[in-house]
């Protein structure tokens, strides 16, 4: 028997708890439609980092923006981003559209 023998045991159990931290982060989707955000509120896991994708089914560019999340960025017409977000501490975070702020209003929920 090797004298490295025992770190080869640990390589299968390393190799899986690397696995389990690179999970991939749970996706909700928000969706950009006639200048609105649909849902406007959006419940997300409170403490749990989250992958948002930003659908935007209007043919003109909107742009997902939040002071309280950090965030700023634009979505083509007709375009997908994703935004990653959190962990967050339970409350209300809201977003808004710049292009269109008097319609395009929503909040994420964390809970």
């Known amino acids: 028997m090797s004298k490295h023998a025992p770190w080869s045991c640990l390589l299968p159990a390393l190799l899986l708890a690397s696995a389990v931290q690179a999970a991939s982060p749970p996706e909700i989707t928000l969706v950009i439609r006639n200048h609105r955000f649909v849902p406007a509120e959006l419940a997300v896991p409170a403490n749990t980092k989250i992958k948002l994708l930003v659908v935007n089914e209007d043919a003109t560019p909107e742009e997902f923006e939040s002071h309280e999340l950090?965030?700023?960025?634009?979505?083509?017409?007709?375009?997908?981003?994703?935004?990653?977000v959190g962990p967050l501490k339970p409350g209300r975070y809201?977003?808004?559209?710049?292009?269109?702020?008097?319609?395009?209003q929503g909040a994420l929920i964390a809970r």
């Open 70 to 84: 950090n965030r700023e960025k634009v979505v083509t017409g007709k375009g997908t981003i994703q935004v990653y």
């Open 94 to 104: 809201p977003f808004f559209g710049e292009f269109h702020m008097d319609t395009a």
